[in-house]
């Protein structure tokens, strides 16, 4: 089974932190993402990773930073958190490219908040 | 800008009927789709996954492709209340070899 383990189920932090979520998967996914998940406006992509060292930004990047240094790791990274960053973060992965099954899977998320 | 727009519900049926849940898309050379189930406060899981035009069955689920409609839809039989939940379409396009793009989900109640 794919499995994909972000390190924090519940987290509080106080605005102004620097906060550090961390994600692994134990698939050998080429792609691993992050996404925020708030009522009414569905999945929103943050950023994402396609390669080792690489990123690119998604929907809505503000705010949010990523670093990928080993193909298995995928962290997010909130400089100064802000109370508009409440929220469950999803972080997911998949194989990339043509001809292969390319469904992401999800990890168990990390509802934080900002206080 | 690619849309997957879903109705958002709730939908409701009965113990045991069957649950219809529809999804459209804007993109017309997406090529892979996805249904996840999302029980409260928990995270997306993969149900079905469908490539071609047709029918895919796995057990109580099917899934339901039309390209030229650009329409998916995911049938449930004999719906439990295990199954109440949302489900939410994801699509890729042909054109990216990773991102899906996820409609807001539909919140299925299924009452005994």
């Known amino acids: 089974d794919v499995k994909v383990t972000q390190s924090s189920r519940y987290l509080v932090k106080r605005t102004g932190e620097k906060v550090f979520l961390e994600c692994v998967q134990d698939?050998?996914?080429?792609?691993m993402f992050w996404y925020r998940q708030d009522p009414g406006l569905g999945l929103r992509l943050i950023y994402f990773s396609y390669d080792v060292k690489m990123k690119e930004k998604g929907d809505i990047p503000e705010g949010y930073s990523v670093s990928r240094e080993k193909k298995e790791r995928f962290s997010l990274i909130l400089e100064s958190a802000s109370t508009n960053q409440t929220s469950m973060y999803l972080c997911?992965?998949?194989?990339?490219?043509?001809?292969?099954?390319?469904?992401?899977?999800f990890g168990q998320g990390t509802r934080l908040t900002v206080v | 800008q690619k849309e997957v727009e879903q109705n958002s519900g709730p939908l409701s049926v009965p113990e045991g009927a069957i649950a219809s849940l529809n999804c459209t898309y804007s993109?017309?050379?997406?090529?892979?789709f996805f249904w996840y189930r999302q029980y409260s406060g928990k995270s997306p899981e993969l149900i079905m996954s469908i490539y071609s035009n047709g029918d895919k069955e796995d057990g109580r689920f099917t899934a339901q492709l039309n390209k030229a409609s650009q329409y998916v839809s995911l049938l449930i039989r004999d719906s439990q209340p295990s199954d109440s939940a949302t489900y939410l379409c994801?699509?890729?396009?042909?054109?990216?070899?990773?991102?899906?793009?996820f409609g807001k989900g539909t919140l299925l109640t299924v009452n005994p």
């Open positions: 993109d017309r050379v997406s090529q892979s």
């Open positions: 997911a992965s998949s194989f990339s490219g043509t001809g292969v099954p390319n469904e992401a899977f």
């Open positions: 994801a699509v890729k396009s042909r054109g990216s070899n990773y991102k899906l793009t």
């Open positions: 698939m050998d996914h080429e792609n």
